[in-house]
């Protein structure tokens, strides 16, 4: 796999001062004057920085996201990643109802669907579980627009529990509503997004009405008995609006475990958000029908590419672990679970 290289969002020169001899001043200087989730190129010469400053970020709590770069912060608050071999993602398609500022899929009405065939699926699931594999998600696009939904999610639900990823505001149309009521409510959980308690922040991101689109679909699927998990996308700069989801989700009685809040992810359409790279990533294996990625939330990164071809599996984990081997001790224990699910 090649290694990403990010836009720094401030460059450190160090010339040829190492750790013993400056650089670790100017370096915690550097990083105070950033806020989190920005990066730090540090540029030098000196053999010895790339294992200091790996080691330097395991002591601090920062990542490397690259050879000489530095994330401020962790990626996410995930203490027990999911272990390798046990969740799959499958992108069911990449056309959308929306075209969110932060979509890390880059997914719109105008993108080209690159829909997962059925069959292909179901060779994929029944080879995951084979060796080991628990949990299937579908995401994309928008997967009620893949009109082949419910054998897709068939081809999952004949093996193991099912979480479909949704922007629940296509539920109320005649095929679609179809598809949601023949889904089994024991098997399937539906992730529905929903980026703030008020329409302000929500509709800023995915566009005028999309708020109480999503709330309406919300209560429908409720109604009709699927377990429902809400999840929101916020940029720091709008943190204080997790205190009032909060509030929503135990008003309206979604359990905890059924909350998910996460950061936005600079990766795909985002120019803004947290940096990720296979460096800091723990891995969640992720089909496409362009092939396997090292994670959901990674699949317009060529960096994050694991197999050009879906199938099979296999090969993809088997490239994985060669990779998590490889892996130094120090970048190791900087890696983290960016939560999608």
């Not at 000196?46 to 002591?59: I, M």
């Not at 627009?145 to 081809?155: F, G, I, K, S, T």
């Not at 991101?205 to 429902?228: D, Y």
């Not at 990625?293 to 984990?317: C, F, M, N, Q, Y």
Request: hydrophobic share 45%; proline share 6%; glycine share 6%.
């Amino acid at each position: 796999m090649a290694t990403t290289q990010l836009s720094p969002d401030a460059v450190l020169h160090a010339g040829d001062r190492d750790f013993g001899n400056g650089l670790l001043i100017e370096l915690h200087t550097a990083m105070a004057a950033l806020d989190d989730g920005h990066i730090l190129e540090v540029l030098a010469v000196a053999p010895s920085v790339p294992e200091d400053l790996a080691a330097w970020c395991v002591l601090t709590g920062n990542a490397l996201v690259g050879p000489l770069q530095v994330r401020k912060g962790s990626a996410d608050i995930e203490p027990d990643p999911v272990p390798l071999g046990t969740r799959l993602w499958i992108y069911s398609n990449f056309d959308c109802n929306l075209a969110c500022d932060y979509c890390c899929a880059q997914s719109s009405p105008r993108a080209v669907a690159r829909r997962m065939p059925v069959a292909m699926a179901r060779s994929a699931v029944a080879e995951f579980v084979s060796d080991g594999g628990r949990e299937v998600l579908i995401t994309g696009g928008e997967p009620f627009l893949h009109p082949e939904l419910v054998q897709l999610v068939e081809a999952a639900t004949d093996h193991v529990p099912v979480t479909v990823l949704t922007n629940a505001m296509v539920f109320h149309s005649g095929s679609r509503r179809r598809m949601l009521e023949m889904l089994d409510r024991q098997l399937v959980t539906l992730q529905i997004s929903l980026d703030s308690a008020t329409p302000e922040l929500h509709d800023r991101h995915r566009g005028q009405g999309s708020f109480a689109r999503a709330r309406a679909g919300i209560e429908l699927a409720r109604s009709l008995g699927f377990r429902v998990r809400i999840a929101a996308t916020i940029d720091t700069a709008d943190s204080d609006e997790v205190g009032a989801l909060r509030e929503l989700f135990d008003a309206e009685g979604i359990p905890a475990a059924d909350q998910v809040i996460r950061r936005v992810a600079r990766q795909g359409f985002a120019t803004i958000g947290v940096a990720l790279t296979q460096n800091d990533l723990h891995p969640e294996p992720t089909i496409t029908v362009d092939g396997v990625w090292w994670h959901p939330v990674g699949v317009t990164d060529p960096a994050l590419k694991v197999t050009s071809e879906p199938l099979p599996i296999w090969r993809a984990i088997a490239a994985i672990q060669r990779t998590l081997a490889a892996t130094s001790a120090e970048r190791e224990n900087t890696r983290r679970s960016f939560r999608c699910a």
